[in-house]
């Protein structure tokens, strides 16, 4: 291997990396701030709610699911949700609460699991977040896409960033054996 070889590569690869590295960088930057901020997510109350205890943790004493959800509408109808907007129920069972999330606007509503009393209402900010950090705040195939892209993405700008480390070592090598 000649050195006008490996450095005709370096270059080639070296244009390569930089348009590459451009044409990524605004997906890793919202990628590492959004990333940053989820981390922290359980820790900050402006970013999720925190999590309330209910009164018992028995879960024979838990009411059924419909009524948490009904509970939970009641508690955010002036917003104009219903259930039919529940997107999901995730039961705490170590703090006898239910939370009733919503897909519309990003509430929630966390209701004593056995006796209904509505502990929080509020705005789950970390939910959209994530789907900015995502890219599913566009679409889903906006997502699939995005992340494919950043993903082979990297994987190529820390292969060439090998290539344009090791290249002119070797190229040195090679002057040093002539």
Same mark, same amino acid.
């Given at each position: 291997? +000649?050195?006008?070889?490996?450095?005709?590569?370096?270059?080639?690869?070296?244009?390569?990396?930089?348009?590459?590295?451009?044409?990524? +960088?605004?997906?890793?930057?919202?990628?590492?701030?959004?990333?940053?901020?989820?981390?922290?997510? %359980?820790n900050i109350d402006l970013l999720q709610p925190p999590t309330q205890k209910g009164e018992q943790l028995d879960y024979a004493q838990y009411q059924p699911v419909e009524s948490l959800a009904n509970v939970a509408a009641t508690a955010v109808d002036s917003l104009?949700? +219903?259930?039919?907007?529940?997107?999901? =129920?995730?039961?705490?069972?170590? %703090?006898? =609460?239910? %939370? @009733? =999330?919503?897909?519309?606007?990003?509430w929630? @509503?966390? @209701?004593?699991?056995?006796?209904l009393a509505v502990l929080s209402v509020a705005k789950r900010h970390?939910?959209?977040?994530? +789907?900015?950090h995502d890219g599913s705040i566009i679409s889903d195939f906006f997502k699939l896409i995005s992340m494919n892209f950043l993903g082979i993405g990297l994987l190529f700008l820390i292969i060439t960033g090998i290539w344009l480390w090791w290249g002119?070592?070797? =190229?040195?090598a090679i002057k040093k054996d002539l």
């Open positions: 291997m +000649s050195t006008r070889s490996v450095a005709k590569s370096v270059r080639g690869y070296r244009k390569i990396h930089r348009y590459l590295g451009l044409s990524i +960088s605004i997906l890793l930057i919202i990628s590492a701030i959004t990333g940053v901020l989820l981390g922290w997510k %359980k104009g949700l +219903s259930a039919s907007n529940i997107d999901r =129920i995730e039961y705490r069972p170590t %703090k006898g =609460i239910a %939370k @009733v =999330i919503f897909d519309t606007g990003s929630e @509503v966390q @209701v004593d699991a056995t006796n970390s939910d959209w977040i994530e +789907s900015l002119p070592k070797k =190229i040195r």
